[in-house]
């Protein structure tokens, strides 16, 4: 089993800058993709951004240029930086990692941490 712990949400200018993390614990053998959705209001949660345990990172198109993912491997930690922030990019920002465990691979959630975008 895995449980995360998000943290970094909360109210921002636009163009300004906010920083996530998401730290992962708990029983498992291995953690390999790593990423960060989100869901705004009324809307459907969508990707942001992922990671592979390579470090090879992936965005959709409205974040490239601004956001950066990051993860800490020894530390079974994953970050998102966000720069030039929009109040589009107001949202519930929830961390995923990809586990194996006992109970074999499986994707899991964090909580969610908010992220409000407004002069």
């Known amino acids: 089993q895995v449980q995360l712990v998000e943290s970094g949400g909360g109210l921002v200018q636009p163009g300004g800058s906010l920083g996530l993390s998401c730290a992962a614990s708990?029983?498992?053998?291995?953690?390999?993709?790593m990423a960060w959705y989100r869901q705004a209001p009324g809307k459907e949660r969508e990707l942001v951004a992922s990671?592979?345990?390579?470090?090879?990172?992936n965005y959709v198109d409205g974040v490239k240029g601004r956001f950066t993912i990051s993860r800490d491997n020894t530390k079974n930690m994953v970050f998102l930086q966000m720069n030039s922030l929009k109040p589009e990019d107001t949202a519930v920002y929830y961390c995923?990692?990809?586990?194996?465990?006992?109970?074999?691979?499986?994707?899991?959630w964090g909580q969610g941490t908010r992220v409000t975008v407004s002069s």
């Open positions: 708990g029983i498992f053998v291995a953690i390999s993709d």
């Open positions: 990671i592979t345990r390579g470090n090879t990172p």
């Open positions: 995923n990692v990809r586990a194996a465990s006992g109970l074999g691979v499986r994707n899991y």
